[in-house]
């Protein structure tokens, strides 16, 4: 398997993870939320401002609503210098990673942005906009 599709595996396979939390959250109460993802569920993502300079470099944002009310992200991994990330201190690192978190808890989490009992969501439709990626990104197991 060549690095590029290594990357792209490992990056379906992350949306794959988050889409199947989503479905998990939307149908069964916390409690029985598996395990590995209950962090999503305790932690303080909701509240949590990542600083600036990671805020900066590693951009995602709600876009909209498509016309089923699916919340419509756009994740700008192209900015993602992940590699250069994870080559600073180890704080820096834990706040790349809890920002990394904190993306999938609002794509999580917006689904009921727009849901009602009436018009139920257990969707949301991510965006990766890989422009600027660099494929020195893929030389650092860390960074996948």
Do not use: C
Request: charged share 20%; net charge negative; glycine share 4%.
């Amino acid at each position: 398997m060549t690095p590029v599709s290594s990357a792209l595996s490992v990056l379906l396979l992350h949306f794959l993870l988050i889409s199947t939390i989503s479905s998990v959250k939307a149908q069964i109460p916390n409690d029985e939320v598996p395990a590995e993802l209950q962090f999503l569920t305790t932690g303080d993502y909701d509240t949590w401002t990542p600083p600036e300079d990671i805020a900066k470099s590693y951009p995602y944002y709600l876009s909209g609503f498509d016309d089923q009310n699916r919340p419509i992200w756009v994740l700008e991994f192209g900015k993602w210098d992940i590699r250069s990330g994870l080559l600073k201190d180890e704080e820096h690192e834990k706040a790349l990673d809890k920002h990394i978190d904190q993306a999938t808890w609002h794509f999580f989490n917006s689904t009921g942005l727009r849901a009602s009992p009436e018009a139920p969501n257990k969707e949301f439709i991510v965006l990766i906009d890989a422009e600027g990626y660099n494929l020195a990104q893929l030389n650092s197991a860390k960074g996948l």
